[in-house]
């Protein structure tokens, strides 16, 4: 690990002047430390934004959620309105890590988590991600975890997190505190697609903080969940995920909100699958119709080409799980 | 298993507030290399890589930080640097060796300790971080010769083998009974699957962890 200064802030508007000076906000630490002591992260001075008044969760006017930054992933999972008004959040981080990290980690540091790639974990390893313009070890090496949407010839790397799915599928807006004061991104536009610039990950300025993810109110009644498929039961990143939401009244299909995680290099939000249910009436054979559409534009690699249809079972089973057959 | 220097190493925190307790092998180690200075932290003696020259110059001046903290009930303040994990300053500076170091990325549990109440990664916290935080770890269950009820129950049911992982496993196991976590067998299984261990005790450690949650 490469030496480092330490300042702990107790305002934004102190962590804010920290950050534009260069330092890196540290939250729970999960992702940040393990990744220095790799040496894939370098940070000169570390600014402990843990002492920062971000740690509520409040519901909106409409019946959305804020979900402060600083919200521990189980406090979040555990929180009585997280649970009762968007299950598949709570599922989401409750499947994730383990309940040691879940007590560390934080929501803002959950969705700025950066990949497991083992090779952009080895520094020994050409990676464009941490060294843009080395090559990508993966495109042509042990790729089976990796992604199938959104990747290019410079990364092939998912996104990690389960709970940027569930956000990513309700369409969930980040809130961002910056030196020109507040602004607000669409989960969609806030984590980055490789292209030729896999090193730029997420649409953050220098120095920016995020305040909250904010859940968007749907209609009731809403039912919704979280489906992970991984290598093992538990303590293990998604292989394939599914999270959906649906409103169904009068036995038709009126909302669907759908997202698919482990396979593409953001959280893959799922139109196609959503536009094939809205107007229609749950039963087992629009699940699989719908989830046949899952892995549209996938674009597999030597040892991922299982996970096309791991994803569209994982979709068709979330769906009928959340929808029922009736 | 990790084979890195720990980063605290060099160099060892100074206590205040705290008499030191008489030179153990473990001190002594920890002084000598400290001794080495630039070398040790270039990871010479572990011998894997060599030490890059920016390395071995910030090495010789690595920004440190008082902490002050409560561990298993006393009171520590010393001076860490800053890179110094939670867990290197329980076992290389406090002589605190009950927790392990697994994997040293949070893969694996050995190191669970609970800080504030709440079960952690020891390797995954920075030390400096934790000022007027209370840390309990495997040495602090007991009361006095009396064992926590959890570690009677690891014995009762035999639930370790090599014994590696039991520490972090029995620190865990306290946190999952007061989180509450422990209506079924599988959600025992599911909500301790932060510790791995590798001889493959877990039939027994759910058991013991069962046992002590129904007692309560
Ligand atoms: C063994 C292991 C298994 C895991 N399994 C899973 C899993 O199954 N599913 C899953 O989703 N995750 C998993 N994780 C990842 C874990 O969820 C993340 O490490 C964690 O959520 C990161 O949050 P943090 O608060 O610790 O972030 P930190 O490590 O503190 O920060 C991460 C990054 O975010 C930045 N940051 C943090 N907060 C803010 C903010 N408010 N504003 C701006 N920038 C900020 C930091 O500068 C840093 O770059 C696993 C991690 C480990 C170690
Ligand atoms: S997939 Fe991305 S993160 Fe992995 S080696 Fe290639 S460039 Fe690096
Ligand atoms: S040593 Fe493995 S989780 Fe900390
Ligand atoms: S008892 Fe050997 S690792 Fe668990």
């Excluded at chain 1, 090496?141 to 799915?165: M, W």
């Excluded at chain 2, 890589?49 to 002050?68: D, G, I, M, N």
Aim: proline letters at 6%.
């Amino acid at each position: 690990m490469h030496p480092f200064t330490y300042t702990r802030v107790s305002d934004t508007r102190e962590a804010l002047a920290a950050g534009r000076r260069g330092g890196r906000y540290i939250a729970g630490g999960t992702t940040l430390v393990d990744l220095m002591r790799e040496t894939v992260e370098r940070p000169e001075a570390l600014v402990d934004i843990s002492g920062l008044p971000l740690g509520e969760i409040t519901v909106t006017e409409r019946g959305g959620l804020r979900i402060g930054a600083l919200v521990t992933m189980s406090e979040a999972a555990a929180h009585r309105k997280v649970r009762t008004l968007f299950p598949v959040v709570s599922e989401a981080l409750e499947l994730s890590a383990s309940a040691q990290l879940r007590n560390m980690a934080t929501i803002g540091g959950n969705i700025m988590q950066r990949t497991r790639c083992t090779y952009f974990r080895d520094v020994t390893a050409d990676c464009n991600k941490r060294e843009p313009g080395s090559g990508c070890a993966a495109l042509h090496g042990v790729n089976r975890t990796h992604a199938i949407l959104g990747t290019s010839d410079a990364c092939v790397a998912t996104h990690p997190s389960d709970a940027a799915v569930a956000f990513a599928a309700l369409e969930a807006q980040v809130r961002l505190l910056g030196p020109d004061g507040e602004r607000q991104v669409p989960f969609a536009d806030f984590l980055l697609r490789p292209g030729s610039t896999p090193d730029r990950e997420q649409a953050l300025r220098k120095g920016e903080l995020i305040t909250a993810v904010e859940v968007p109110a749907l209609p009731r009644p809403l039912k919704s969940g979280y489906l992970k498929v991984r290598d093992r039961q538990s303590y293990e990143f998604a292989l394939t995920s599914a999270a959906v939401a649906l409103h169904v009244r009068g036995g038709v299909i009126r909302e669907a909100r759908v997202a698919a995680g482990g396979v593409g290099t953001v959280p893959w939000k799922l139109p196609a699958v959503e536009r094939h249910l809205v107007g229609e009436r749950p039963s087992d054979s629009l699940w699989t119709a719908a989830a046949a559409k899952a892995a549209e534009g996938a674009r597999p690699l030597q040892h991922n080409r299982f996970k096309v249809e791991l994803l569209e079972r994982t979709v068709a089973r979330q769906l009928r799980i959340v929808g029922g057959t009736k | 298993m990790s084979t890195e220097l720990p980063e605290s190493a060099v160099p060892p925190p100074t206590g205040a507030g705290e008499s030191s307790p008489a030179p153990t092998r473990r001190t002594f180690i920890a002084t000598s290399t400290a001794v080495g200075g630039a070398v040790v932290a270039g990871g010479a003696i572990g011998g894997s890589f060599l030490a890059a020259p920016e390395e071995v110059a910030a090495a010789e001046a690595p920004p440190s930080s008082p902490v002050s903290l409560t561990v298993n009930g006393s009171r520590r303040t010393v001076t860490v640097d800053n890179r110094t994990s939670l867990l290197d300053l329980l076992r290389e500076h406090l002589d605190l060796t009950g927790s392990k170091k697994g994997c040293n990325a949070g893969a694996c549990g050995a190191c669970t300790v609970l800080v504030d109440g709440r079960r952690v990664n020891s390797c995954l916290t920075l030390a400096v971080r934790l000022e007027g935080a209370e840390v309990t770890t495997i040495e602090g269950l007991a009361d006095g010769d009396q064992l926590h009820p959890l570690q009677q129950a690891f014995i009762d049911e035999d639930a370790f083998q090599c014994g590696y992982c039991t520490p972090g496993q029995i620190v865990s196991g306290v946190g999952c009974i007061q989180e509450g976590h422990t209506g079924s067998p599988e959600e025992i299984r599911e909500w301790m699957s932060g510790n791995i261990c590798r001889c493959g005790c877990y039939v027994k450690i759910v058991r013991a962890v069962e046992q002590t949650a129904g007692r309560k």
